[in-house]
């Protein structure tokens, strides 16, 4: 069975690097966020709180 030369190694790690920084770009710009409107309660509006140190 053949050897693959050291340069071959880095060139076939090189690829894989590739392909998968590509895959991680395109799920992350493919994924759409919908982000969630909160409805605010009064009851968060009042309450505020005084730290006394």
């Known amino acids: ?19 998968l920084i ?4 395109m799920n992350f710009f493919t994924f ?3 982000p969630l ?5 009064p009851l968060t509006k009042k309450m505020k709180f005084n730290w006394k140190w």
Do not use: E, G, H
């Not at 053949?2 to 894989?16: A, E, H, N």
């Not at 409107?37 to 309660?41: D, G, P």
């Open 37 to 41: 409107k909160s409805k605010s309660s």
């Open 32 to 34: 759409k966020l919908n």
């Open 22 to 25: 590509l895959f991680n770009q």
């Open 1 to 19: 069975m053949p050897q693959m030369s050291p340069m071959m190694w880095f060139l076939l790690f090189i690829m894989f690097t590739i392909v």
